[in-house]
């Protein structure tokens, strides 16, 4: 079975810190995703990458950016967290472009509340 | 603006019958469609997908139903169990290669 490992559960900062989100997947996967779910607004593509030191912005990248040092990793940075960054935050990947490779596997999603 | 839309935010079913959850959306690039489920404290999972070349793809007691020229598809599970308790995300791409673009989600209860 594909994993995907999300590094925190939970994670709780204050506004202003500089927040590392790390995923990790164990598939060889070429392509990695970071989404964010509000209520209501399903998930949302922040950024992801086709290969490594690659990156590609989503649908909403301000006020992020993102690491692909190697292939199994991907890392979310918030420079400055923010209020309104509090969400959950899911990292997926996925084998390449097209067809039924659109099938994406999923973390279990970190929960960050920025206070 | 939202591309996919999910307009009903919840469903409550009794155990048995059958869950209708839909999905509208408006871009006419997408063709193919996948449906994915979401417990609580768990990332999303894959529940079953949709080229735009069908109208239909069943697998097990799910089933989706596209139909192009509504922009709107749906997703059928019959009978209902209690483990179907979810929220259910559609989801679309299209020429733009792997990107998904996510509706809002629905809660589905099913009551035993």
């Known amino acids: 079975d594909v994993k995907v490992t999300q590094s925190s559960r939970y994670l709780v900062k204050r506004t202003g810190e500089k927040v590392f989100l790390e995923c990790v997947q164990d598939m060889d996967h070429e392509n990695m995703f970071w989404y964010r779910q509000d209520p209501g607004l399903g998930l949302r593509l922040i950024y992801f990458?086709?290969?490594?030191?690659?990156?590609e912005k989503g649908d909403i990248p301000e006020g992020y950016s993102v690491s692909r040092e190697k292939k199994e990793r991907f890392s979310l940075i918030l420079e400055s967290a923010s209020t309104n960054q509090t969400s959950m935050y899911l990292c997926?990947?996925?084998?390449?472009?097209?067809?039924?490779?659109?099938?994406?596997?999923f973390g279990s999603g970190t929960q960050l509340s920025v206070l | 603006d939202q591309q996919v839309k999910q307009n009903s935010p919840s469903l409550s079913v009794q155990e048995g019958r059958i869950s209708i959850l839909n999905c509208d959306y408006t871009n006419s690039m997408f063709d193919y469609f996948l449906w994915y489920k979401k417990y609580p404290a768990e990332g999303p999972t894959f529940l079953i997908s949709?080229?735009?070349?069908?109208d239909k793809n069943e697998d097990g007691r799910f089933t989706v139903f596209l139909n192009k020229s509504a922009k709107h598809l749906s997703l059928h599970i019959v009978p209902s169990q209690p483990g179907d308790s979810a929220v259910y995300f559609c989801?679309?791409?299209?020429?733009?290669?792997?990107?998904?673009?996510f509706g809002g989600g629905t809660r589905l209860m099913v009551k035993p």
């Open positions: 989801a679309a791409s299209g020429d733009a290669g792997n990107m998904l673009t």
């Open positions: 997926a990947s996925s084998f390449q472009h097209g067809g039924a490779n659109e099938k994406l596997f």
């Open positions: 949709i080229s735009s070349i069908k």
């Open positions: 990458s086709y290969d490594v030191k690659m990156k």
